[in-house]
């Protein structure tokens, strides 16, 4: 029969490679699952401006988009900073995650983790991203939506279970470097992350 422990790491698992696509030990990094423009609630933009830069920020500024693009991609920044606070404690409290991200975004990274939380990890280090874009933008859209294509870095990311005091290691072959998609909705003035996938197999 299988222990509380043993479910709870086999729980952890799963939820890490839903990310991933590929078995990174112990890894919880969350995706965010897509929500209708209909939500109950629009977070508020944050007042206070954030250190968070874009690792890639549009060219052309001739662009007619390129102010708005470049608040996509402020956003993006801005919940992958929040994210990686929540998973270095395996805790929300404390960070500014609603202001970035969708209320039904936000159930997937609670789940993500209270199951972090029973299994006694957390993350250290963090990932690293370049060549972010917004591949598309609909401003004239009743709820203006928006897509982002990002290079994921996960080299500097240690999965820590504070139960056994170790690093749990990646598995040979894992791929630390690998593209990654998000969708965005302006909601309210403010650009909320709507979805988060990665392409585990798909380097970049």
């Not at 608040?71 to 920044?77: G, K």
């Not at 960070?95 to 990274?109: E, N, R, S």
């Not at 990932?127 to 990002?150: F, N, R, Y």
């Amino acid at each position: 029969m299988m222990t509380p422990t043993a479910k709870a790491t086999k729980n952890l698992l799963r939820s890490r490679n839903r990310l991933i696509g590929t078995a990174l030990a112990g890894c919880c990094v969350f995706v965010m699952t897509a929500c209708s423009s209909g939500g109950e609630e629009n977070p508020k933009a944050s007042s206070t401006p954030s250190s968070a830069k874009s690792s890639v920020a549009p060219s052309n500024t001739a662009d007619p988009d390129a102010a708005a693009k470049r608040e996509v991609l402020d956003s993006y920044d801005r919940m992958w900073t929040e994210q990686m606070k929540a998973y270095h404690k395996a805790d929300e409290k404390g960070t500014d995650l609603q202001k970035y991200a969708t209320l039904d975004a936000l159930g997937q990274v609670r789940n993500d983790l209270a199951r972090m939380r029973e299994a006694g990890t957390v993350v250290r280090g963090d990932v690293k991203h370049s060549k972010t874009e917004v591949k598309s933008i609909d401003l004239g859209a009743k709820t203006p939506k928006a897509s982002v294509k990002d290079c994921m870095d996960i080299s500097g990311w240690q999965t820590y279970n504070t139960k056994d005091k170790r690093v749990q290691p990646m598995p040979p072959g894992q791929k630390t470097q690998y593209w990654a998609t998000a969708t965005a909705e302006r909601w309210d003035g403010q650009w909320l992350i709507t979805s988060l996938t990665p392409h585990g197999d798909d380097a970049c």
